[in-house]
């Protein structure tokens, strides 16, 4: 990938790993427009098993609800592309893992999808942990379908070491 990405994102992973075996924790991720990509990154680490418990890739609605159990009435509100909707997703990944803490993802990724309130490349994280910080972060990235989708692992990754660290995601 362009701008070498992926060197970025395999970092990213590997210095994830490093902090949540030190702390003895483990991470759970909820996936949506990145369809199992943070999933992916982490499992590229040799070892991850001792600091991954599980990912959940829920790209529909009724996925949400059904894996991770993210209320049919938080969908219908505010929509699957939303701060209530990730966040939900984010607390589900914990509830239904063993997980210290947890990345959830969901967007509009395109080049189809976007609308005026949501275009391509609104993307929406939410974080949480088992001490009951959470909170969601929004981003819009630029680019193709590939690269709002690379850029969305890169800021999860980037948010999970920071909550590993005992830090806030970046703003």
């Known amino acids: 990938m362009a701008d070498g990405i992926d060197a970025v994102i395999e970092g990213l992973a590997r210095d994830l790993g490093v902090a949540l075996k030190s702390r003895g924790l483990s ?29 959940f890739v829920t790209y529909s609605n009724a996925a949400k609800q059904e894996q991770i159990s993210v209320p049919a009435a938080t969908i219908d509100a505010y929509g699957a592309v939303s ?63 590939t690269a709002v989708r690379a850029q969305a692992v890169r800021y999860a990754l980037e948010g999970l070491l920071g909550l590993a660290t005992g830090q806030l995601p970046p703003d």
């Open 83 to 145: 701060a209530e909707t990730a966040t939900a997703m984010a607390q589900g990944a914990l509830r239904h893992s063993r997980a210290a803490i947890a990345v959830a993802i969901t967007g509009v990724a395109g080049p189809t999808g976007g609308s005026e309130q949501k275009p391509v490349g609104t993307v929406w994280f939410g974080f949480a942990a088992r001490d009951d910080r959470h909170l969601a972060r929004h981003r819009r990235f630029s680019g193709d379908r």
């Open 27 to 55: 991470a759970a991720t909820a996936e949506s427009c990145t369809g199992g990509w943070v999933a992916m990154a982490i499992t590229g680490v040799a070892g991850s098993s001792e600091w991954f418990d599980r990912g």
